[in-house]
């Protein structure tokens, strides 16, 4: 499936994606709406699983002899504070 031309970057995706979400699980839409918040969601979810899935190989390749390297601790767990 191509990409949309109306995603522009990941930010903005992510921004639509969490009010598709918001609005679903309102549920105060009608069942055609839903389903077109459906599959705009489903682009956007994967728009950004693409971005992040280039931006790991870019950081493989800038890497030591481009092996990956373990994420800092910080940015391996869930702190909501951060």
């Given at each position: 499936?191509?990409?949309?031309?109306?995603?522009?970057?990941?930010?903005?995706?992510?921004?639509?994606?969490?009010?598709?979400?918001?609005?679903?699980?309102?549920?105060?839409?009608?069942?055609?709406?839903?389903?077109?918040?459906?599959?705009?969601?489903?682009?956007?979810?994967?728009?950004?699983?693409?971005?992040?899935?280039?931006?790991?190989?870019r950081?493989?390749?800038?890497s030591?002899?481009?092996?990956?390297?373990?994420?800092?601790?910080?940015?391996?767990?869930?702190?909501?504070?951060?």
């Amino acid at each position: 499936m191509p990409v949309d031309p109306s995603i522009k970057d990941f930010e903005g995706a992510i921004a639509e994606l969490e009010s598709i979400v918001k609005k679903l699980e309102e549920g105060d839409i009608a069942l055609e709406q839903s389903l077109a918040l459906y599959e705009r969601g489903v682009q956007l979810s994967r728009f950004c699983h693409g971005r992040l899935e280039e931006a790991e190989r870019r950081i493989e390749v800038l890497s030591d002899r481009g092996e990956p390297r373990p994420a800092p601790p910080s940015l391996v767990t869930d702190n909501p504070e951060r």
